[in-house]
């Protein structure tokens, strides 16, 4: 064992040369050696500095408020004492393959690079920094001019492998070639010009809490936690913490493993650091992609709640396994481009977009979820995406994807897709808006309810070839561009209540009977204008509800078909008698059902007047038939204006002469009386034809009714007279629904 003096030190400095210890010899240099020489004067020294190599670095290295100007390298040494550099202010200091015992550097200054590289730190300094908990490695509030190097380091301690509050780098942090560290990397208020890279870093916090906090940091650069050459993974088992960090460049996550707490608990803003969160990043700024990439295990959720983002990129080979948690929560976040999953990801957890704004495409096609926070595995109230839904090829079971209040820029495209929520909601778009068409076809399967209440579809709700196995809830939903309702399986219950359409395209006869469409307003049919295919769809549904079969009449009357309306208005009316009454049939009831059934039977509730003219053809010739037999004619009587009484024969009942009255106003007859059938022009004569039509269209005057009546003190005079009045009340109500119904038929539609 050979221990190096001051001189021998000195010599070697100034020559520039490194000191090391010679084949299979142990070589000691004291710490306060080394501290006497960083006080000589700069001209002392070669700029190469102090480089030792392969020594045991014996006592406390104490270089606490010194200035240091050239460098301090030691390699493959041994300290058995903590080193001290507390408000040094150094060039550039290497600790390369050292065994130390812990670095105390707080407030340190470097103007160049902090190497760290291969070394073995262990230990659990306390500081003033902290009172609650030591750390191997500090560096609070120092400053690094070049980089922070760990490459194959390996830091132990209890609970903190680094504490670095508020450090400045103006390069890159490389934690990376097999770094690991057991305890937490602090790093609170970093500032790094640079790029933080920890590829292949194992990250192990004993307590799984915080394995590295970068809570407020500000990266200039990237963010890598990826894959080494030789395909080591990194590995964090806890949690990392980047609320409110600002990344400038981009965020890569690949081929990871996390393993936090077991425990999986609510995460977000207001219990950011809870158990089981891989990563709570609320409030995390990152100005370029967010990308996990290959073959990542992610045990815990991702909270990016708040955040603002370029593109957000999971690539096929990832899986979250977040069972009863958030897997993804992205509440008020803000993506200044994409959401990209790709097809294959396996989710078990929610994914969380509530009040999210995505200014590009949401495609989450092909991807599979499961095992839900709660209810829903897609939690979407209120979110933005100025683009694109795709959800193509989407399988989700035990829970529902709920997008209520959502705004969707383009399609909304659930071609194909899974959805397995037995008992409860399997896709939820209540009071959205979809800019463009919404797609639920192709195989498209729900097995739960789908839920659409006003929900808002400026394109085509399309969902023809879908299996909706609970149903579909459509109230007050608007489809600007039609409806495909051709359904591969006629679901049990469709309610499309207030609902509007432009075209309905769907099949009459693969309609559910639980059916409600009262209220539902579509301007056309696509192709299907077989009036009985209506009339039995609209028959089938129960209760019955006459507002379909206007609208369905109007829709045929609309588009040329004035006769096929009037056949579904006379079926409504036919149904509504048939309807059962709240309160039971009472004799008011039946009334008003018979009066209604003979008005349907004899003018089909005034939508077919032809019937009345054959009726009341067939009551002409009943009416003339009566009055061409002689027994009728023998009733009737004829008077004049003197008093005369005639017969239809000519008989002359009564025939007195009545004198001239005095006041002038009538005068004796210059001719001789003649009793002939009419009295010679005293009365209108008989005419049975007239007489008929006279009596059974009252609405014209044809002057025989006026004048001959039935004499009911004669035989048969009452029977006549029955018949002749009853003839002329039907009369006038048949020909008074003749005017009306063809005055109806005559307006413009």
Known sequence: MRTLDAEALAQACAGGRAVRAQDGEELVVGAHLVRELCRRDRDEIDPRGLAIEGAQIKGDLDLSGMEVPFPLRFTDCVFDRPVDADGADLYLLAF?????????????RVRRDLDLSRSRITGDLRTSASTSCGAAVWLCESEIGGRLLCQGTVISSTRRAIQADRMRVGGTIRLLDGFEASGGLRLIGARLEGSLDLTGARLTRPDRGLALDLSDAQIGGSLFLIDDQRGR?????????????????????????????????????????????????????????????????????????????????????CAFTVGGGRALDLTNAELRSSLLIEEGVAVEGTLRLAGAHIRGDLRLSGTR??????????????????????????????????????????????????????????????????????LLTEGFTAQGRVLLNRCGVEGRLDMEGGTFSEGIEAVSATASGG???????????????????????????RWPQDTAISGFVYDRFDDAWDWRARRDWLRAMTPFDAGPYEQAARVFRQHGHPAEAEHLLIEQRRQARRAPAPGGRSPRRRIRDARDLLYGLTVGYGYRPGR?????????????????????????????????????DGRLVTVDDVAAPKDGTATGARRGTRPGPCGDGQVRCFDPLFYTVDTVVPLLSLGQRATWYPETRSPHGSLVSTLLNTAGLLGWLLSTVVVLSFARLARPV
């Open 369 to 438: 979820w499961s095992r839900p926070e709660k209810e829903s595995l897609i939690a979407a109230q209120g979110v933005v995406v100025d683009s694109v839904v795709n959800l193509r090829g989407l399988e989700a079971t035990g829970g529902r994807l709920r997008f209520r209040s959502a705004s969707v820029g383009g399609v909304l495209d659930a071609r194909g897709a899974r959805l397995c929520n037995p008992g409860g909601d399997a896709l939820s778009l209540q009071q959205a808006l979809v800019r463009g068409p919404l």
């Open 233 to 317: 993974p990194p590995l964090v088992r806890g949690c990392i913490d980047l609320s409110n960090a600002r990344i400038s460049g981009q965020f890569l996550i690949r081929a990871a493993v996390f393993e936090p707490a077991e425990t999986v608990r609510g995460t977000g803003y207001s219990s950011r650091r809870s158990s089981g969160t891989a990563i709570s990043a609320p409030g995390l700024f990152v100005g370029g992609d967010l990308s996990v990439e290959g073959e990542c295990r992610i045990g815990g959720g991702a909270d990016f709640a708040m955040g603002s983002f370029s593109t957000i990129r999971i690539h096929r080979e």
């Open 612 to 648: 009345v003219l054959w009726l009341l053809g067939a009551l002409l010739v009943l009416v003339g038939a009566m009055m061409l037999t002689p027994w009728a004619q023998e009733t009737l009587r004829a008077t004049d204006p003197r008093g005369n009484v005639y017969a239809v």
């Open 483 to 509: 409806m495909g309702l051709r359904w591969a399986e006629v679901p049990p219950r469709v309610d499309l209540t207030g609902a509007s359409t432009t075209v309905l395209a769907d099949d009459a006869a």
């Open 96 to 108: 390369d393959g050292c065994t130390v015992p812990g670095i105390l550097a707080n407030g340190l």
